[in-house]
């Protein structure tokens, strides 16, 4: 069975720039590789005798996918999501200059009852 959260990660995972590479070129560059997957946040699908067998993520990028997966798993987690979604259509939110405006108010606060 097909969950949302396998779909959205097939398609984060098909959406993300992606190279291929045969197993006999990673091998050999293994290192500028990883440094480019690292760098540039693009996965590389290794392949062995033509079918893809295994892909380069950064780690940072498998942790992002991660926490999507469990949210995306979590019904309540969901729900403030899709809330969150309305409420931005109906232009209840803030903008960067509100939040910075904020934020510097909750400073003066904060350095003053200090």
């Known amino acids: 069975m097909l969950t949302l959260a396998r779909l959205?990660?097939?398609?984060?995972?098909?959406?993300w720039a992606m190279k291929t590479e045969s197993l006999a070129h990673v091998k050999a560059q293994l290192s500028a590789l990883v440094d480019e997957v690292v760098h540039t946040h693009e996965q590389?699908?290794?392949?062995?005798?033509?079918?893809?067998?295994?892909?380069?993520?950064?780690?940072?990028?498998?942790?992002?996918?991660?926490?999507?997966?469990?949210?995306?798993?979590?019904?309540?987690?969901?729900a403030r999501v899709e809330q969150g979604r309305r409420e931005i259509a109906r232009g209840h939110y803030t903008d960067r200059d509100e939040m910075a405006?904020?934020?510097?108010?909750?400073?003066?606060?904060?350095?003053?009852?200090?």
Not at 8 to 15: A, C, D, I
Not at 49 to 66: C, F, R, T
């Open 8 to 15: 959205f990660l097939y398609t984060r995972l098909e959406s």
């Open 44 to 78: 590389v699908t290794v392949t062995r005798n033509g079918k893809p067998v295994v892909v380069i993520l950064a780690v940072e990028d498998l942790n992002s996918l991660q926490e999507t997966v469990e949210l995306l798993a979590d019904p309540q987690a969901r």
């Open 101 to 114: 405006q904020l934020m510097e108010e909750r400073r003066r606060r904060e350095a003053a009852a200090e």
